[in-house]
């Protein structure tokens, strides 16, 4: 089986146009072959024309998870209690799940027992995050006030107990907050008082 070959691409999502290379075909031919290789379990959809091979999923690690979630929504970074818990700033752990800042519309995608989740915000707050070894990730802090945010909305709901205060700068979830709403200020002000920050 060719499926093998897609194996040795140097990459860990592959397009339409690199299994029309890898096995010499034609574009047309390769989405016919990769539907054919979803449905034999070679090979795993991402989203339209994009694709992992099961080998390199079954094996993945942390950081190439969050990359598939940076690829599967453009422009998105990893935010909320996976970017807390990467950190190691929170307790509190999502099995099975990988959360996503997105300035498109709100979205859960599925892979497998893995489920993707993009979460709608507003342009001007999509700020505070970088780019570490391939994968767009929130500083600790905006990890943070983007929970804050979005619970303060109701669109969120985190176990705070589960946070250590201690390891963040408050002035800088200060600095990201402030720009939001009363609501999360009043909100913000409410969680310092409760956790002694």
Not at 46 to 61: G, M, P, Q, R
């Amino acid at each position: 089986m060719r499926a093998i070959e897609l194996n040795n691409i140097n990459k860990l999502i592959i397009s339409i146009e690199d299994i029309a290379k890898v096995l010499s075909i034609n574009k047309d031919s390769a989405k016919v072959t990769a539907n054919r290789y979803v449905k034999n379990r070679s090979l795993l959809r991402i989203k339209k024309d994009f694709y992992i091979t099961t080998n390199k999923y079954e094996s993945l690690n942390e950081k190439e998870l969050f990359q598939m979630a940076n690829a599967i929504q453009v422009p998105s970074y990893i935010s909320l209690t996976s970017a807390l818990a990467y950190y190691n700033l929170s307790t509190q752990q999502l099995r099975g799940m990988i959360e996503s800042i997105t300035t498109k519309k709100t979205n859960s995608v599925k892979v497998k027992e893995i489920c993707f989740n993009f979460i709608l915000i507003k342009k001007n707050l999509y700020t505070g995050f970088i780019q570490e070894d391939d994968i767009f990730i929130a500083l600790p802090e905006k990890a943070l006030a983007d929970i804050v945010y979005l619970s303060s909305l109701g669109r969120y709901s985190c176990d705070f107990d589960a946070v250590d205060f201690n390891k963040l700068n408050k002035n800088k979830v200060t600095e990201y907050i402030r720009v939001t709403n009363q609501r999360t200020i009043k909100y913000w002000e409410t969680i310092c008082k409760r956790y002694k920050i």
